[in-house]
């Protein structure tokens, strides 16, 4: 890093002579002649400095666009649902490094993302009750290297029943970096469902990028689901799938089909970008009532 010192005590020399210069008392025009020495370097720039220039140019680059043409957001992103016999649609999420990929349920009545978690997950009245609980499809936290629990310290221990409130946590000050309690389990209900578990942070790999330190839910037992998938929740919560990913607006296309699995897929495209979209009609959402704050209300 010699040669890189070098250059910028040599530019803040040079500055400080022009702003000495600029700044003289009697305001009279002033040349300053700074002879320049050609130096030929026999030796090859290190590693070190070839880092160093490359990231002076990469910043430069980077400074121009955005200085031109602004920040712009990410385009849409259009992934493939596929209709399933329980009447529901999924597409493929995959999460932890290395990844998992699990299927999961679009449900706008969820909130929540949530999986069936560890070799003991159990699902109480269910419809896939009497399958070998070994070979369902279950994401695994001691397989990835990204896992990380989730403590009371951490703004995210919230109550999915009650977004606004913290999970019960033992007493404990949670702006104290000494904190290490764990954030209680949660328990989740809704429609004639339930599922409970206890919530991690892990990478979401989407197509383009990666989310890191997901808030994801992982499931140890759960009660009357039609399906060992798991839950895409698309509500009214920072527990969201949308809302994670700093999605501003989602739309998905439903195919027809009789309840079967077909491989017919259809369209789910998440927009990161403010305003309307040309080409498309908007209908207003109702205002929520207070006690049901993650739905999405349409007037008919």
């Not at 043409?69 to 329980?86: D, H, M, N, Q, W």
């Not at 649609?89 to 999986?115: E, I, M, R, Y």
């Not at 920072?238 to 994670?244: A, E, G, H």
Request: charged share 15%.
């Amino acid at each position: 890093m010699a040669s890189s010192t070098c250059l910028l005590h040599s530019v803040f020399t040079l500055f400080s002579l022009l702003f000495l210069a600029s700044s003289s008392k009697d305001n009279m025009p002033v040349t300053i002649t700074v002879p320049l020495t050609s130096t030929t370097y026999t030796n090859k720039l290190s590693t070190e400095d070839m880092t160093f220039v490359k990231h002076l140019a990469s910043a430069s680059l980077s400074r121009v666009h955005r200085l031109k043409y602004g920040k712009a957001a990410s385009p849409p992103v259009e992934i493939s649902l596929f209709p399933r016999s329980y009447g529901g649609h999924s597409f493929p999420l995959s999460f932890g490094t290395p990844s998992q990929k699990h299927s999961f349920l679009v449900d706008t009545g969820n909130h929540v993302v949530w999986v069936p978690c560890t070799t003991h997950y159990t699902c109480t009245n269910c419809s896939f009750s009497n399958a070998n609980s070994k070979k369902l499809p279950i994401f695994n936290p001691k397989i990835p290297t990204t896992s990380k629990s989730l403590y009371c310290r951490n703004p995210k221990c919230l109550d999915p029943s009650s977004p606004d409130a913290h999970l019960k946590c033992p007493p404990c000050n949670r702006n104290s970096k000494h904190c290490s309690l764990a954030c209680p389990p949660f328990s989740l209900h809704y429609g004639t469902g339930e599922s409970s578990g206890n919530f991690l942070l892990e990478n979401l790999h989407f197509p383009g990028k990666t989310f890191h330190n997901f808030l994801l839910a992982c499931a140890t037992s759960s009660a009357r689901q039609p399906t060992s998938d798991g839950y895409a929740g698309f509500g009214r919560s920072i527990f969201s799938l949308p809302v994670q990913m700093g999605v501003k607006k989602f739309a998905y296309c439903l195919n027809s089909h009789d309840y079967d699995d077909t491989q017919n897929s259809s369209r789910l495209i998440f927009d990161y970008r403010d305003g309307d979209t040309k080409g498309l009609s908007y209908t207003p959402f109702l205002k929520n009532p207070p006690n049901w704050p993650v739905y999405y209300y349409l007037g008919v």
